[in-house]
């Protein structure tokens, strides 16, 4: 399963980023959620936003509620994060990832496995 990353950089605070994550088309995942984790410099990896494929259904971090919007367009299995009202706590290496939705509502750093990953988008919030 090959995930293709893009967005992120610098942003001020309350500012806001977008990023996209698109799952080659040679794997379907109708039946998976896209989304992304987050790992700030020194901490764990955490579970931020997934979205179902094949109904929209959502995930949010308690962290992140209100302020980031997850959407997708189910035919080129491909989610997007609005990231809105940034915050300093925000920077961190997002990761998009596929994966059953439940996995974001209960990650632990031990669960990496349970996850196809693509490669890691800065973003960092500062003035």
């Known amino acids: 399963v090959q995930l293709q990353a893009s967005g992120g950089g610098l942003a001020q605070p309350g500012g806001s980023l977008r990023l996209s994550c698109a799952v080659s088309?040679?794997?379907?995942?109708?039946?998976?959620?896209i989304g992304w984790f987050r790992q700030a410099p020194g901490k764990e990896r955490e579970a931020v936003a997934g979205?179902?494929?094949?109904?929209?259904?959502?995930y949010y971090s308690d962290s992140v509620t209100g302020r980031f919007t997850i959407s997708r367009d189910r035919a080129k299995q491909t989610a997007y994060l609005q990231m809105s009202d940034l915050k300093p706590d925000d920077t961190a290496v997002y990761y998009c990832?596929?994966?059953?939705?439940?996995?974001?509502?209960?990650?632990?750093?031990?669960?990496?496995?349970?996850?196809?990953w693509g490669q890691g988008t800065q973003v960092t919030v500062s003035s």
């Open positions: 088309q040679s794997t379907p995942v109708d039946h998976y959620a």
């Open positions: 979205i179902m494929v094949s109904d929209g259904r959502t």
């Open positions: 990832a596929t994966g059953f939705l439940g996995g974001w509502r209960t990650y632990t750093p031990q669960d990496q496995g349970h996850f196809y």
